[in-house]
């Protein structure tokens, strides 16, 4: 197994700097904008992106939510292992709101459609918008595409890409891996 870095810590900070400037260029005041990250490798962008619009750029009381997605999915009955479900943290209604979901990494998007079903629990948005730190194109299996993109990544389907946090891994970097 090989693995190559793709971003390191000074990149990814970069990134998400580029990442909260464009929302709020988009945005603006937030406040009639929601942040869900897809849980669970989404939660810690979301969060990182969450401190970085309030701290550094002075956005005020941003909502921050986490979706789990574990048993929308199309898949979760095709595993013999049992499924360990995260858990989901929307203590607000969706209605008539904006909702940007954020996820480390795009694939097939499945995953977002699995979030599109799940969100309806907790009303209807007035929009749904996608925010990934990594978008790997050509691998899609449903027509998905990201609204905001940290990094596009042509990889092949037996390449894996793995995005570490240093709040869980230690530190900051999105690695190739090749089994």
């Not at 449903?142 to 894996?160: F, H, M, S």
Request: net charge negative.
């Amino acid at each position: 197994m090989s693995q190559k870095v793709l971003l390191n810590s000074k990149e990814v900070t970069i990134i998400l700097h580029r990442l909260a400037c464009q929302l709020i260029e988009k945005h603006l005041d937030f406040s009639n904008t929601i942040l869900v990250g897809i849980q669970p490798r989404g939660v810690y962008l979301a969060e990182r992106l969450k401190q970085l619009l309030e701290d550094e750029y002075k956005v005020p009381e941003i909502t921050l939510g986490y979706l789990d997605i574990t048993f929308f999915r199309d898949d979760f009955r095709r595993t013999d292992k049992p499924l360990e479900a995260n858990k989901t943290q929307i203590n607000f209604i969706v209605e008539d709101k904006k909702v940007i979901f954020i996820d480390d990494v795009l694939f097939t998007g499945r995953s977002i459609r699995s979030a599109l079903t799940a969100i309806q629990s907790f009303g209807r948005p007035s929009e749904i918008e996608l925010l990934v730190l990594i978008d790997r194109r050509f691998s899609r299996h449903l027509p998905i595409q990201p609204d905001y993109r940290g990094r596009q990544v042509d990889a092949i389907n037996g390449e894996k890409v793995i995005v570490s946090w240093k709040e869980n891994d230690g530190e900051d970097v999105v690695h190739l891996v090749t089994n």
